[in-house]
């Protein structure tokens, strides 16, 4: 069988609301209208951990992150204690990715775009960067090169793929100059399309995946205005006609009466490159012989980062390779980003290694809809949560390591960290403003009839069956990581040293947020 092509595109922080295949309106995509309509849209996908680098984690090894190698991970969380899953699932080389799975088998495997899967700025032997460098000033424009070429060394040893240019380290408006502080998706798409010419001249499949900046801050129609020549490589003009132009963005917005804002740029600029990219395939005659996989790292506030399903139940859209019709338009089953890997393997027909975590859904590629339904438990990790969905039921559990348990009940910390064992960080506080339940120890909810998860059906008696057989469950999965899990020791949310440290950490509130709407 003729290998096929994989093109992985991957947009950040997108919602539901985003996207016409899953109802919304009000925005401008044509061609990922298209994808889904040729294609398969996902209704029950999740990502094991809803973060951008654990989630990225997730998709590109196949692996929970409760399995990383990191030195720095298991120095902070020693294989004794319960671990907390963040921004710290880091790919340094230490776990066969995709990319290394693809190129033994003979693939052309290129990285473009947001990496988010290394260390803080300030712990990298890179030159260093300063909020108002000026990014047209030579010498400023030579430390950004050397920081570029450091980052594209750091992906490719972290990851296995051959050919990796314009990364983005981390989020863009993280970034430490401030006149680079905005999206630039033409420098992303102009490196991917050169990709796409090198491999079809060398007659090699390939394996792409564009990280995406869009749906992340700063704001899209804001970054519409900014100077597209000024890029995390410094000053270049080569990938300025790649696709449409920004004020063509403008103009087909308020063609179609919409209003130039965060979610329409956002949504047609995400169309945008992914339209150049099909475009690009079509002219090499490789449209057909490719999977193009629309994928989102996670959801949005007020469930990032946790274990609820507004941020960990996520868009996926994947049109298989050829002009065939697909069997289901819009499966059902559930799927999780850690299965992008075997299924990708198995649709190629390429072996698929034992210790991968997820598990294939090829089978729904090419069955007709009487397939039988994939026996599913879902397993979630976010910071010092672990949950699990097993069909409408969703089960939730917060415990506290003995560190931590230990400086509360000797008040040597008088306020509790939050789930992601921090004290001032956006998205717990959020989630926990939001969700009823954020604190209880054990989390029951019937997601068929409560999904917005505010009736904790846990303490409820009626449910105390349901309860066991869903923490038995969790148990099961937790017994595959080194790291332990006490899943039965909760008298420690009962002590009054937590329900102080507790009320102090609520009390923080979200008014430090900026970005976060304050009721009114």
């Not at 196949?62 to 969380?77: I, M, N, T, V, W």
């Not at 819009?330 to 198995?346: A, F, S, Y």
């Not at 699990?388 to 230990?406: C, D, H, S, T």
Request: proline fraction near 8%; charge should be negative; aromatic fraction near 12%.
């Amino acid at each position: 069988m003729k290998p096929k092509n994989i093109l992985c595109f991957i947009a950040d922080d997108t919602d539901f609301i985003n996207l016409p295949a899953y109802g919304a309106q009000g925005v401008l995509c044509p061609t990922l209208d298209t994808l889904a309509k040729e294609g398969m849209v996902f209704e029950q996908a999740y990502c094991a951990s809803a973060a951008c680098t654990p989630s990225r984690f997730n998709y590109l090894t196949g692996r929970y992150c409760g399995h990383s190698k990191d030195p720095e991970f298991l120095a902070q969380y020693p294989k004794d204690d319960l671990y907390s899953i963040e921004w710290n699932a880091w790919l340094n080389g230490d776990q066969k990715t995709l990319a290394h799975f693809f190129r033994e088998q003979g693939y052309a495997t290129g990285y473009f775009g947001k990496w988010h899967n290394g260390y803080e700025f300030e712990a990298l032997d890179i030159p260093p960067l300063f909020e108002n460098d000026d990014p047209r000033d030579p010498e400023v424009q030579g430390r950004l090169q050397t920081c570029q070429q450091a980052f594209q060394a750091m992906v490719k040893e972290g990851t296995g793929f051959d050919i990796v240019d314009s990364i983005v380290w981390a989020n863009a408006d993280e970034f430490p100059v401030k006149a680079l502080r905005h999206h630039n998706p033409e420098w992303i798409t102009h490196k991917a399309l050169n990709f796409l010419d090198v491999s079809a001249h060398q007659q090699q499949p390939f394996f792409l995946w564009l990280a995406s900046t869009i749906f992340h801050g700063p704001e899209h129609h804001k970054c519409l205005e900014a100077d597209p020549t000024l890029t995390f490589n410094g000053i270049e003009t080569s990938h300025l006609n790649c696709q449409p132009s920004r004020e063509s963005v403008k103009r087909r917005l308020r063609e179609a009466g919409l209003p130039i804002n965060h979610q329409t740029v956002g949504m047609l600029w995400l169309d945008d490159m992914l339209a150049a990219l099909i475009e690009k395939l079509m002219q090499l005659s490789l449209y057909d012989d490719t999977l193009i996989c629309f994928l989102v790292d996670h959801n949005t506030e007020p469930g990032k980062a946790s274990c609820y399903q507004k941020g960990s139940r996520i868009p996926m859209i994947i049109k298989p390779s050829g002009n065939s019709p697909v069997p289901q338009s819009r499966p059902k089953e559930p799927v999780q980003n850690i299965d992008l890997l075997p299924t990708l393997l198995d649709y190629n027909q390429f072996p698929v290694p034992e210790e991968i975590d997820g598990q294939s859904f090829y089978a729904l590629f090419c069955q007709p809809e009487n397939v039988a339904p994939l026996d599913r438990t879902l397993f979630l990790e976010n910071g010092f949560t672990r949950g699990i969905v097993r069909g409408r039921w969703k089960y939730i559990a917060l415990r506290f390591p003995k560190n931590i348990q230990e400086k509360i009940l000797h008040g040597n910390l008088e306020e509790l960290p939050n789930h992601l064992n921090r004290f001032r960080q956006g998205q717990p506080h959020i989630t926990m403003t939001e969700y009823l339940g954020y604190f209880d120890p054990d989390q029951l909810y019937d997601l068929a009839n409560d999904p917005e998860e505010q009736n904790n059906l846990a303490t409820d008696p009626a449910f105390s069956d349901k309860l066991k057989e869903m923490k038995d469950l969790l148990k099961e999965q937790c017994e595959q990581f080194e790291h332990p899990f006490p899943i039965d020791e909760t008298d420690f949310f009962e002590r009054k040293e937590y329900l102080k440290a507790k009320s102090k950490l609520m009390a923080v509130g979200t008014d430090f947020i900026e970005w976060w709407p304050q009721p009114s």
